[in-house]
């Protein structure tokens, strides 16, 4: 299993960025998918995750609405488009695998190396 993130960076408060993760290794379509991150000094925090299908997508309470996670089976890829960036935002961000087709991959079995997202003025 191989999970490859891009597209961090710096951002000013309220602007945006989009997150992209190439996986391999695995049948990508037969999994749920998740973004999670990880704050300085703390622990992993579950961000958004999406069924193997598409069909049912799920966000924590501190990004629903400014942030829409996506995936293409086609072109195994993950995405999350992250709009109005708080400065709470940064973090380092990591695309993970789920164990099950089904569910948002709250638990995952394999992480990416990780993309850091800095939002600062």
């Known amino acids: 299993v191989q999970l490859v993130e891009s597209g961090g960076g710096l951002v000013q408060p309220g602007g945006s960025l989009r997150l992209s993760c190439a996986a391999s290794g695995f049948t990508f379509r037969n999994y749920a998918m998740s973004w999670v991150r990880q704050a300085p000094g703390k622990g992993l925090e579950w961000v958004s995750g999406?069924?193997?299908?598409?069909?049912?997508?799920n966000y924590a309470d501190s990004v629903k609405s400014r942030f829409t996670i996506s995936r293409d089976n086609a072109k195994n890829t993950l995405s999350l488009q992250m709009n109005s960036l708080k400065p709470e935002d940064t973090a380092v961000y990591y695309c993970?695998?789920?164990?099950?087709?089904?569910?948002?991959?709250?638990?995952?079995?394999?992480r990416g190396q990780g993309t850091q997202v800095t939002v600062s003025s």
């Open positions: 993970a695998k789920g164990r099950f087709s089904y569910g948002y991959a709250v638990v995952s079995d394999y």
């Open positions: 999406i069924s193997s299908g598409g069909g049912s997508i």
